[in-house]
């Protein structure tokens, strides 16, 4: 017959954020890599569909020459708006899936630094699920992180840009709740990606065995 166990201690979630940031800022420079990637792939993504949102505001009280100043830049209408191309999306998806795959071969590397780590962890009675809550929590401070920034830099630069092309008459109607609504599914869209990269890696640090981290050479 199997033994039962009679107790299991759980650690608080605030023991586990603190245990998960000190993870982070053990491994500083492998963290902002891995963030930095998000930024620049969220910032595309924000830019994009800023620059619409901003012309779209701006077009219908643009007087004709610079209604024509702004197709001449290459903008195109559709319908009476202006709005990603097939070309814009697939530029889109090849971003993210190469931030995707970014954040697994980073988030691999870092199950690999902490095999000792991990494998003392279990040793003491983690379970499986507390491991991957750890990485996942991880995840979550990083999308997070990664997202703000890079939606509030890609904004920015839409914004920037376009007021240098098509001066002042940008920011006279200039579409702050849209832009703000971009920024906020941007950084949802960047913490779906962080949490998406580390799955896979969570899992192979759920799985390991502990006396064969424990004996593994660093």
Not at 70 to 81: K, M, R
Not at 96 to 118: D, H
Request: aromatic share 10%; glycine share 6%; hydrophobic share 55%.
């Amino acid at each position: 017959m199997r033994p039962t166990v009679e107790r299991q201690v759980v650690l608080p979630w605030a023991q586990v954020l603190r245990i998960s940031f000190n993870a982070l800022r053990a491994r500083l420079f492998r963290s902002l890599i891995t963030t930095a990637t998000l930024v620049l792939a969220v910032a595309f993504v924000a830019y994009t569909f800023a620059v619409y949102a901003l012309l779209n505001a701006l077009w219908p009280h643009a007087p004709s020459e610079l209604q024509e100043k702004i197709v001449s830049s290459g903008y195109e209408l559709f319908a009476g708006t202006f709005g990603s191309t097939p070309k814009d999306r697939w530029l889109i998806a090849l971003s993210l899936l190469v931030c995707a795959v970014g954040i697994v071969n980073a988030q691999l590397m870092a199950v690999t630094e902490r095999f000792r780590e991990i494998g003392t962890l279990k040793c003491l009675g983690a379970l499986d699920s507390f491991v991957i809550k750890l990485f996942v929590l991880e995840a979550v401070y990083q999308g997070l992180l990664g997202g703000a920034a890079g939606s509030a830099l890609g904004v920015l630069v839409a914004s920037v840009t376009l007021l240098v092309k098509f001066g002042t008459a940008v920011v006279r109607h200039f579409p702050a709740l849209e832009l703000a609504w971009i920024a906020a599914w941007s950084t949802g869209l960047a913490m779906l990606l962080s949490l998406t990269g580390v799955l896979y890696p969570a899992w192979v640090a759920a799985r390991m065995e502990p006396a064969l981290a424990l004996r593994t050479e660093q």
